[in-house]
């Protein structure tokens, strides 16, 4: 898309790489920065460089981005914007444990949410305001911590069952 010749002229194309580049840290999702990544690899991909093949391209890149982040101390990452911030801690050594502990908590509590109620789900929007509740069921200390399942499907099978799921998917 913002590569293809047809899509867009030159000059609109080349601006908004610069905008999508400053905006993914900002935006707090690791999703975003992931797949702006991807989309570089693709375009680069498509211009040949370096002439490497996707699967080694796609390695080189993931390896020079984590070790990258590794060069910046913790308590560097935590003076940036909470977005940013928690993009970087995510690939970061010192702090990678809190990200995979959040998101394994997600998901437990998810799995738990579903499980309850595995046709119906427990209603949308509910995943939030349910969460403290499961997390405590299941011996999980989170505080006030709240959030979304960090897995859109995983929230839509707690939230509306495997008919909501199902028909979502269809």
Do not use: K, M
């Not at 690791?30 to 680069?44: D, I, M, N, P």
């Not at 799995?111 to 999980?140: C, D, K, M, N, Q």
């Amino acid at each position: 898309l913002l590569y293809g010749r047809d899509a867009f002229p030159g000059w609109l194309r080349w601006s908004t790489i610069p905008i999508l580049l400053v905006a993914a840290p900002f935006s707090g999702s690791r999703t975003f920065v992931f797949g702006l990544a991807l989309l570089g690899v693709a375009a680069c991909r498509r211009r040949r460089c370096l002439g490497l093949p996707l699967p080694l391209l796609l390695l080189a890149v993931g390896v020079i981005g984590v070790v990258g982040v590794q060069l910046l101390p913790a308590e560097r990452i935590d003076e940036l914007p909470e977005p940013a911030a928690r993009v970087l801690h995510t690939v970061h050594g010192d702090t990678i444990g809190r990200a995979l502990f959040s998101r394994a908590v997600f998901f437990r509590v998810g799995g738990a949410l579903w499980t309850e109620t595995p046709l119906l789900g427990v209603g949308p929007e509910r995943f939030r305001i349910l969460f403290p509740e499961y997390a405590s069921r299941l011996g999980i200390a989170t505080g006030a911590w709240s959030d979304n399942p960090n897995s859109w499907y995983l929230g839509l099978l707690a939230e509306t069952g495997i008919l909501g799921l199902c028909a979502v998917l269809l």
